[in-house]
């Protein structure tokens, strides 16, 4: 019986268990999922499987079921996904405020809900803040493609000026 414990201990920590802190691969998988709701979904819930999540981690939760939502055709499962996403980034945001990386999730996530649904309340502090902390926002691991698809995203938000987004853009690829 203790041989078969040992066993099981040793498969548990050599799996393919995701690790709360593995934020680097995290963040790339998620910006290079592909666009349908079975890969969005499979992504969630390897999230939803790591167990006592970082920060970063429950923003990137937040921002697949944004991402999810985006994808869903049913308007009650839209907002319910939206909803969880909400609470997942507002989570994130309460558990780590100096964040710069998660108020960026935030920002990107809300930014891009209509504001008429109430989510969006928190698009004008994020930006301040990013933009405040510039210095600060720098994403470990990020790949050209990351940077090209924020750049894009920042330069087509209303939300931004092109000063402003060249700004952020510039500040990921100083790194």
Known sequence: MKHWIQILIFCLLFSNVVKADDSDQLRNELFNLELNTEDISKYLKKLESINNPSPRVIAYKGATCAFLAKY???????LYYLQKSENYLDRAVGRSP?????????????????????????????????MAHLDEF???GITPNIISFVSGFLNSSRYCTSEEAKMLADSLTSM
């Open 138 to 140: 720098k994403l470990e």
């Open 98 to 130: 100096d964040d710069v990386e998660i108020h960026f999730f935030r920002f990107m996530t809300q930014s891009q809900i209509p504001s008429f649904l109430g989510m969006s309340g928190n698009v004008r502090e994020d930006k301040a803040y990013i």
């Open 72 to 78: 869903m055709v049913n308007p009650i499962k839209k």
